[in-house]
C-alpha cells in the first residue's frame, strides 16, 4: 500500500497537508511547568531517559509562550515556505498544573497568527476531569492533540524506566480524550534495556486496539544529564545499532494499523549531552536507510496487522 505522498506509511507531512491544506511546523515551547515525577509526587529525578530539560532540549528561545512561538516562526529554514503551525507544548508535563494556569497558556499560543492547532505532550495520569474539560472546550476553537508518554507495556520496563503509572491508566485516558473527540498520539520507545524485538512489536499491536490517531517511535539515546547515563556507563545494556533499529522500525511499521499517522520514525538528542548511540546524530541516514529498507523488503504499513 502507497499513501498519496508516495510512502508506504502514512506520514505526518501527509496528514498535515490533508488537514490544514499546506505544510505545518511544529515550534516547540517550554511553558515552565514540571512533572510528578519530579516534584517529589512520584519522584524526584524524572524517567530514567529524561533529560534535565524534561524533553524540551529543543524549545524555542523566549521567556513567554508568545515570544517562543515568535522566535520559532523566525528560524531560516521556515522562511519561504509559509507554512502554518503547530504549538507544540513538549517539556515536561504539559497538563500538570491548574486549570487556569493551564488555559491562559493554551489560548496565548492559539491567538499568534499562523497558529492553527496545539500538541499537548503529557502523561495519562495527569489528565483529571477538569484538564479533560479544559482541552475539550480549547478544542472547539482550534486542533488539540494530546501526546501521551507510553513509552511500552513491558512490566518490567515499566518499572525500570520509572514511568510511574500502569496500563489501565493509559487506557482509561484515551478513552476519555477520544470521547471528547480529542487528538490522541503515542509515544514509543524502541531499545529499552532488555527488550526484545517482540516486545515492542507488542506495544504496536496493543495499541492498535484503542482509538489512537498517532505514533511517535523513539529511538532510545542515552543523554549524559539523565540517570539512564549512569546505568549505560556500568555496563548495564547496549543501545540499538542502526541495523537492529532499521530492522525493528519497518517490523513496526508492518504491524502497526494502516490509519494511524506515523509522526516520527526516530528522534534526535541534543548533540552536545549525546553519548550513545552516535550514529543516531545523522538524522538523515537514519530515515534514508529506513525508507531503502521497507523498499527492499516490499513493506508497507499494516502488511501485517491483524485485526
Same mark, same amino acid.
Given at each position: 500500500?502507497?499513501?498519496?505522498?508516495?510512502?508506504?506509511?502514512?506520514?505526518?507531512?501527509?496528514?498535515?497537508?490533508?488537514?490544514?491544506?499546506?505544510?505545518?511546523?511544529?515550534?516547540?515551547?517550554?511553558?515552565?511547568?514540571?512533572?510528578?515525577?519530579?516534584?517529589?509526587?512520584?519522584?524526584?529525578?524524572?524517567?530514567?531517559?529524561?533529560?534535565?530539560?524534561?524533553?524540551?532540549?529543543?524549545?524555542?528561545?523566549?521567556?513567554?509562550?508568545?515570544?517562543?512561538?515568535?522566535?520559532?516562526?523566525?528560524?531560516?529554514?521556515?522562511?519561504?515556505?509559509?507554512?502554518?503551525?503547530?504549538?507544540?507544548?513538549?517539556?515536561?508535563?504539559?497538563?500538570?498544573?491548574?486549570?487556569?494556569?493551564?488555559?491562559?497558556?493554551?489560548?496565548?499560543?492559539?491567538?499568534?497568527?499562523?497558529?492553527?492547532?496545539?500538541?499537548?505532550?503529557?502523561?495519562?495520569?495527569?489528565?483529571? #476531569?477538569?484538564?479533560?474539560?479544559? %482541552? $475539550?472546550?480549547? +478544542?472547539?476553537? &482550534?486542533? /488539540?492533540?494530546?501526546? !501521551? @508518554? =507510553?513509552?511500552?507495556?513491558?512490566?518490567?520496563?515499566?518499572?525500570?524506566?520509572?514511568?510511574?503509572?500502569?496500563?489501565?491508566?493509559? #487506557?482509561?485516558?484515551?478513552?476519555? %480524550? $477520544?470521547?471528547? +473527540?480529542?487528538? &490522541?498520539? /503515542?509515544?514509543?520507545? !524502541? @531499545? =529499552?534495556?532488555?527488550?526484545?524485538?517482540?516486545?515492542?512489536?507488542?506495544?504496536?499491536?496493543?495499541?492498535?486496539?484503542?482509538?489512537?490517531?498517532?505514533?511517535?517511535?523513539? %529511538?532510545?539515546?542515552?543523554?549524559?544529564?539523565?540517570?539512564?547515563?549512569?546505568?549505560?556507563?556500568?555496563?548495564?545494556?547496549?543501545?540499538?545499532?542502526?541495523?537492529?533499529?532499521?530492522?525493528?522500525?519497518?517490523?513496526?511499521?508492518?504491524?502497526?494499523?494502516?490509519?494511524?499517522?506515523?509522526?516520527?520514525?526516530?528522534?534526535?538528542?541534543?548533540?552536545?549531552?549525546?553519548?550513545?548511540?552516535?550514529?543516531?546524530?545523522?538524522?538523515?541516514?537514519?530515515?534514508?536507510?529506513?525508507?531503502?529498507?521497507?523498499?527492499?523488503?516490499?513493506?508497507?504499513?499494516?502488511?501485517?496487522?491483524?485485526?
Amino acid at each position: 500500500m502507497i499513501y498519496s505522498d508516495g510512502k508506504p506509511y502514512y506520514s505526518l507531512n501527509n496528514a498535515y497537508r490533508q488537514k490544514f491544506g499546506r505544510k505545518a511546523v511544529k515550534i516547540s515551547l517550554d511553558a515552565g511547568f514540571t512533572c510528578p515525577n519530579r516534584d517529589g509526587t512520584l519522584g524526584t529525578r524524572g524517567c530514567i531517559f529524561c533529560s534535565q530539560k524534561g524533553s524540551g532540549d529543543f524549545t524555542a528561545k523566549g521567556s513567554s509562550i508568545i515570544e517562543q512561538i515568535a522566535y520559532g516562526k523566525n528560524q531560516k529554514k521556515w522562511q519561504g515556505q509559509f507554512p502554518c503551525y503547530i504549538a507544540y507544548f513538549q517539556a515536561f508535563t504539559n497538563t500538570y498544573a491548574p486549570v487556569t494556569v493551564l488555559k491562559k497558556c493554551y489560548e496565548q499560543a492559539i491567538c499568534c497568527d499562523d497558529v492553527v492547532g496545539i500538541s499537548i505532550a503529557t502523561r495519562p495520569d495527569c489528565l483529571g #476531569e477538569d484538564v479533560l474539560n479544559l %482541552l $475539550s472546550e480549547i +478544542n472547539e476553537k &482550534i486542533d /488539540v492533540c494530546v501526546e !501521551l @508518554g =507510553l513509552q511500552t507495556i513491558k512490566q518490567s520496563s515499566i518499572e525500570l524506566i520509572r514511568r510511574g503509572y500502569q496500563n489501565d491508566v493509559f #487506557e482509561k485516558a484515551v478513552l476519555e %480524550l $477520544s470521547k471528547r +473527540n480529542i487528538e &490522541i498520539v /503515542v509515544h514509543i520507545i !524502541l @531499545g =529499552l534495556p532488555y527488550e526484545s524485538k517482540k516486545d515492542m512489536i507488542d506495544t504496536i499491536k496493543y495499541i492498535n486496539h484503542f482509538p489512537v490517531n498517532g505514533v511517535k517511535l523513539q %529511538l532510545l539515546y542515552v543523554l549524559s544529564d539523565s540517570d539512564l547515563a549512569q546505568y549505560y556507563k556500568q555496563g548495564n545494556f547496549e543501545t540499538l545499532c542502526l541495523e537492529s533499529y532499521v530492522d525493528i522500525v519497518c517490523d513496526c511499521i508492518e504491524y502497526m494499523r494502516p490509519d494511524i499517522v506515523i509522526h516520527r520514525l526516530t528522534g534526535d538528542g541534543d548533540a552536545e549531552n549525546l553519548i550513545a548511540p552516535l550514529w543516531s546524530k545523522n538524522k538523515r541516514l537514519v530515515l534514508n536507510t529506513i525508507h531503502k529498507t521497507l523498499k527492499q523488503r516490499n513493506a508497507f504499513q499494516g502488511k501485517k496487522y491483524i485485526k
